[in-house]
């Protein structure tokens, strides 16, 4: 509906000029034809070099793993598309990434990948070696930060196109925040501090829905990065390796425990509490910050749109904890499709139109990683996020979700994590079981 209204109003503009010019000499309408027509040719151009839409109907099959801001963008794709390129038709399988997007994966290895497969940049790594995925053309890739496709491409070939990204940390409330003299804490010890203010005041430090076991797998790792990776980044390589382990390494002990520090300090009724309940327990001032990502912005805004919040790295042991960057929406293909001209006619959808771009961003409260492209909604956080970029203090996830990967391992390293909170078993018992898993770590 929104792309609708604004064809509309872009055809009453096209208009209002149109008869404008009815004022103006026949050399000047010449000279803004030509113009007009010269920009469109150059925009055709920029898709018709490698880019040809089938001359007959074609029906794409995409899997795609959604996070919780990505239901609904699919309908906007559909209408970009139809738009352009009519022929093409993309069949939706939508999934939940965390839980659901690993198995039907292996569940489509076996019988033929999708055309189309919408994962994260951490699936680039655990596909790609084994053969099935397509080469991005760099038509495409031309059209996003070289950043984003650091993490995709393996031995000079790239495999993914990363769309957006995230930002995980802690969340904060800012009036909060000033109403009670707290400082942003560098350390756990400051951290702590506001925590024992917070208890004082009667006011929860964080809020958490740790029903969600992808929640506690999530924050695991951030707690990781900035305690283990940051200072170790073979830390993965290592634990395959026999060098280190769960049950012996203290700096990945630490990081299971944070987990401890926030099921101490949030509400009781965690494990029962859903996310979109948690973010609005957050906005309504009843906790003061939360571990999480960009996914929560959505709630928070759609909760209340004037909301003031901030973001910070929890804190390491060491005091230099670096805010995370997560790439996220990543377009795979595969390696097999017959319809690789349709394949292109989508990626040329998704990377020119930027309309639709902003439209996404918008939605799902996302950073940008196409090149010229710029969301407009109103994110309270970015100060935060440009002064730690400023200072060289981000880093991407990715470093440890290709060293210890998210299905078969992390998440169920989160669910051990959840039982020995719930004290259904030992903070070792939960430590060997990651250890126990070792061959599970890897994508390969």
């Not at 002990?253 to 494990?271: C, G, H, V």
């Not at 805004?301 to 996220?328: A, R, V, Y």
Request: charged share 25%; aromatic share 10%; glycine share 6%.
């Amino acid at each position: 509906m929104k792309r609708k209204m604004l064809t509309i109003l872009m055809s009453m503009t096209m208009l209002t000029s149109v008869l404008s010019g009815c004022g103006t000499s026949g050399k000047e309408t010449a000279e803004k034809t030509e113009t007009d027509a010269s920009a469109a040719a150059e925009e055709k151009s920029q898709s018709d070099e490698t880019t040809q839409e089938p001359s007959e109907e074609v029906t794409l099959t995409v899997l795609a793993g959604q996070s919780t801001t990505d239901a609904g963008i699919e309908d906007m794709i559909d209408e970009a598309l139809a738009e352009k390129y009519p022929n093409i038709t993309l069949e939706w399988e939508c999934v939940d990434w965390g839980n659901d997007f690993q198995p039907k994966m292996q569940q489509y290895m076996q019988s033929g990948l999708p055309d189309i497969m919408i994962g994260k940049a951490q699936d680039v790594a655990t596909y790609a070696p084994q053969g099935i995925l397509g080469e991005i053309d760099s038509t495409y890739l031309d059209r996003v930060l070289d950043a984003a496709s650091e993490n995709v491409t393996i031995d000079g070939k790239t495999y993914g196109l990363v769309y957006n990204a995230l930002y995980q940390g802690v969340y904060y409330n800012k009036d909060m925040f000033k109403e009670n003299g707290w400082e942003i804490p560098k350390t756990v010890d400051e951290l702590q501090a506001i925590i024992d203010d917070c208890k004082k005041k009667g006011i929860t430090p964080f809020a958490s829905h740790m029903v969600d076991t992808w929640s506690i797998g999530n924050v695991t790792m951030q707690f990781a990065m900035n305690d283990v990776f940051n200072h170790n980044p073979t830390w993965g390589d290592d634990f395959r390796a026999g060098k280190t382990s769960f049950a012996d390494s203290e700096e990945m002990k630490t990081a299971y425990r944070y987990n401890e520090l926030i099921y101490q300090n949030t509400f009781p009724e965690t494990f029962s509490t859903e996310q979109t309940d948690c973010d609005a327990k957050m906005v309504k001032g009843e906790a003061a910050m939360k571990v999480s990502g960009s996914w929560s912005i959505q709630n928070f805004l759609d909760i209340d749109e004037n909301f003031n919040f901030g973001i910070f790295p929890f804190p390491n042991q060491t005091g230099d904890s670096k805010l995370i960057f997560e790439p996220n929406i990543t377009i795979m293909t595969s390696a097999d499709s017959e319809h690789q001209d349709a394949i292109n006619c989508v990626l040329d959808v998704l990377t020119n139109d930027k309309e639709l771009a902003v439209e996404i961003y918008d939605y799902t409260k996302t950073a940008a990683m196409l090149k010229d492209v710029t969301p407009t909604f109103a994110n309270p956080s970015q100060a935060d996020i440009d002064d730690y970029a400023a200072k060289g203090m981000i880093v991407d996830v990715t470093l440890g979700n290709n060293q210890l990967v998210w299905g078969g391992f992390q998440e169920e390293n989160a669910k051990d994590i959840a039982a020995w909170l719930q004290g259904d078993c030992t903070f070792e018992d939960a430590l060997k079981a990651s250890d126990a898993r070792v061959d599970a770590s890897s994508a390969n």
